[in-house]
Structure formats: structure tokens, C-alpha cells
């Protein structure tokens, strides 16, 4: 009964007749990408010690959070008012700003 329950979860959240569509599956590689880039950026921190390091991975964190928000919003939340295009806006915003900061940051 217990390992029913996950699949019940999973099955409300995703459609799985339908397959899983183009934007789904490129949103899916953007996530699994940038978390890619987070790991060998920290990595790369971790060896450096340098700071610009350190804020490009924070923004490649984001963009994965950016990721997780829009799906969740289109699996889970769907509470309207255009809420996913602000959070998402929002953090676009600070991804620029990140790297804006990352270019002009002295070591």
C-alpha cells in the first residue's frame, strides 16, 4: 500500500496518456543542464576560491528553480493571475543580475 502512494501522487500530477510534450522535455534538459553547470561551477569554486565562481553557480542554481516553478505551476498550483510569470520574471531578473555581477566582480 505504501509504494501505491507515490504512483498516485505521480499520476494526478502528470498526465501519463499523454505522453510527455516538447516543452516539458525541453524544460526538463534546461533543469538537469543548469544543474549540471551548478555542480562543475561550485566545483570550480571549491577550487579557486574565486567569488565571480561562486555567483555564476548561484545563478545557474536559479535557473533551475526557475525550471521547477513552471512545472509545478502548470502540474500543482495552477492559481492563476499569471503567478508563474511573475516568480519566473522575478527570477530571470536576478539571473541577469547575477552575471552582470559575476562580469564586474573584482576577483
Known amino acids: 500500500m505504501i509504494l501505491h502512494t507515490p504512483l498516485l501522487i505521480i499520476s494526478q500530477l502528470v498526465n501519463l496518456d499523454q505522453g510527455l510534450e516538447p516543452e516539458e522535455f525541453l524544460d526538463a534538459a534546461v533543469g538537469l543542464f543548469a544543474l549540471l553547470l551548478f555542480a ?44 508563474d510569470q511573475v516568480i519566473t520574471t522575478v527570477i530571470e531578473l536576478f539571473i541577469l543580475l547575477l552575471f552582470f555581477l559575476a562580469v564586474v566582480a573584482k576577483r
Open 40 to 83: 562543475l561551477s561550485i566545483s570550480a569554486y571549491r577550487k579557486t576560491r574565486l567569488r565571480r565562481l561562486l555567483i555564476v553557480s548561484v545563478a545557474f542554481a536559479l535557473f533551475a528553480v526557475d525550471v521547477v516553478v513552471r512545472q509545478l505551476d502548470a502540474f500543482v498550483f495552477t492559481v492563476g493571475l499569471q503567478t
